[in-house]
């Protein structure tokens, strides 16, 4: 029983490159989510969506883009990596929205340089 | 402005005490909220929850109280184990229809042997 697999566990990046961060999901669950954590500022949502074909943007969107073609995968972009986008990146998923306990992967570590 | 805020950055107990770990929020239309723990590596997990309705949910070891007057938020374990030795992250969801997840800074408790 896998749950909420994310790749890659770890990347560096040089500025200006881009890079895609995968989450697949086994629990047929409708919401997914991408949060980053920095010290000292817990977890801020990025984008989420509430069902296949659907994204919207959470507190920190800017220059990250979303996908979710498919129910079990939501992918998270990077089109021009900032040293300012290096964080620890989670993804979560959800049965239903609201207070439907969040179910996280085990995060990617992303460096820029 | 931080919405959720967790003072305590660090906390260390001995085993078999009580550890309590808080929380306060700032807008009254946070209806629910959560405590997720995560040990390094790992992406948080779920924990324990609690609703605007009540003041105490109780789980095992784990109890929350909600103080809505105050707008704090506490988790207690009783007895502390070593192997409750993580981040704990207070998260709390707004009322209305942007219903997300807003999380703490969190708190580091070390359970001592």
């Known amino acids: 029983n896998a749950g909420v697999t994310q790749t890659p566990k770890f990347r560096v990046l040089k500025t200006g490159q881009s890079m895609t961060l995968l989450c697949a999901q086994d629990?047929?669950?409708?919401?997914m989510y991408w949060y980053r954590q920095d010290p000292g500022m817990g977890l801020r949502l990025i984008h989420y969506?509430?069902?296949?074909?659907?994204?919207a943007k959470g507190e920190v969107p800017d220059g990250y883009n979303v996908s979710r073609l498919k129910k079990q995968n939501f992918l998270l972009g990077l089109e021009s990596a900032a040293p300012s986008q290096t964080s620890v990146y989670f993804c979560?998923?959800?049965?239903?929205?609201?207070?439907?306990?969040?179910?996280f992967g085990n995060g990617t570590r992303l460096t820029v340089t | 402005d931080q919405q959720v805020k967790q003072n305590s950055p660090s906390l260390s107990v001995q085993e078999g005490r009580i550890s309590i770990l808080n929380c306060d929020y700032t807008?009254?239309?946070?209806?629910?909220f959560l405590w997720y723990k995560k040990y390094p590596a790992e992406g948080p997990t779920f924990l324990i929850s609690?609703?605007?309705?009540?003041d105490k949910n109780e789980d095992g070891r784990f109890t929350v109280f909600l103080n809505k007057s105050a707008k704090h938020l506490s988790l207690h374990i009783v007895p502390s184990q070593p192997g409750d030795s993580a981040v704990y992250f207070c998260?709390?969801?707004?009322?209305?229809?942007?219903?997300?997840?807003?999380f703490g800074s969190g708190t580091q408790l070390t359970v001592l042997p």
């Open positions: 609690i609703s605007s309705i009540k």
């Open positions: 969506s509430v069902g296949e074909g659907t994204t």
């Open positions: 629990m047929n669950h409708e919401y």
């Open positions: 807008n009254s239309m946070f209806d629910y």
């Open positions: 998260a709390v969801l707004s009322s209305g229809s942007a219903r997300q997840l807003t």
């Open positions: 979560a998923s959800s049965l239903t929205g609201g207070s439907s306990p969040l179910h």
